[in-house]
T-cell receptor, first 117, second 111 residues
Framework: GAVVSQHPSRVICKSGTSVKIECRSLDFQATTMFWYRQFPKQSLMLMAT?????????EQGVEKDKFLINHASLTLSTLTVTSAHPEDSSFYICSARSPYRAGTEAFFGQGTRLTVV | GENVEQHPSTLSVQEGDSAVIKCTYSDSASNYFPWYKQELGKGPQLIIDIRSNVGEKKDQRIAVTLNKTAKHFSLHITETQPEDSAVYFCAASSGNTPLVFGKGTRLSVIA
């Protein structure tokens, strides 16, 4: 399958600081990327859909000023958690989908464990 | 919008037995149904998928069936092994819409 690389895998930050998470599609061009949040023992919750060259579409209840998404190229999307607080601690996962690869498969990154102290 | 229900939430089987996980969906426009395996601390990994023009698909010990009329699809794992232990998620989407996930099934294969 396709390779999606997410970095960093783990990050610990202090309250009030910002954290940037990168999501790269390594072997295909991803016109659409998705950002999810996952709490322990729960399913993936879609936060936003990121389209290359345009503004992200956020799901209801997700603060776009807090979770900044940039999809500047066909292989890179970034999620910046601004002014992080302990309640933002979670597992963040990106996925990438390309219309040029055999349909609608979404390939996931390894995830980023964010801990805000 | 789409709603995906997944059962059971936990499943324990003896090594070598089969495991079946079932999902239902609500949106008749959904036409793509992937299954993901997630190990602890890792992102989901696509293990098999099926599209609405096919009723069944098999890949070695893993198979997926789809009943469009009843709007349900199932994952079948035969000859289970301890390394099959993980959380499995079903999902559904139509066209380029985001995947909608089930709540997951924690599978434990007991040696």
């Amino acid at each position: 399958g396709a390779v999606v690389s997410q970095h960093p895998s783990r990050v610990i930050c202090k309250s009030g600081t910002s954290v940037k998470i990168e999501c790269r599609s390594l072997d295909f061009q991803a016109t659409t990327m998705f950002w999810y949040r996952q709490f322990p023992k729960q399913s993936l919750m879609l936060m936003a859909t990121s389209n290359e060259g345009s503004k992200a579409t956020y799901e209801q209840g997700v603060e776009k000023d807090k979770f900044l998404i940039n999809h500047a190229s066909l292989t890179l999307s970034t999620l910046t958690v601004t002014s992080a607080h302990p309640e933002d601690s979670s597992f963040y996962i990106c996925s990438a989908r390309s219309p040029y690869r055999a349909g609608t498969e979404a390939f996931f990154g390894q995830g980023t464990r964010l801990t805000v102290v | 919008g789409e709603n995906v229900e997944q059962h059971p939430s936990t499943l324990s089987v003896q090594e070598g037995d089969s495991a079946v996980i079932k999902c239902t969906y609500s949106d008749s426009a959904s036409n793509y149904f992937p299954w993901y395996k997630q190990e602890l601390g890792k992102g989901p990994q696509l293990i098999i998928d099926i599209r609405s023009n096919v009723g069944e698909k098999k890949d070695q010990r893993i198979a997926v069936t789809l009943n469009k009329t009843a709007k349900h699809f199932s994952l079948h794992i035969t000859e289970t092994q301890p390394e099959d232990s993980a959380v499995y998620f079903c999902a559904a989407s139509s066209g380029n819409t985001p995947l909608v996930f089930g709540k997951g099934t924690r599978l434990s294969v007991i040696a």
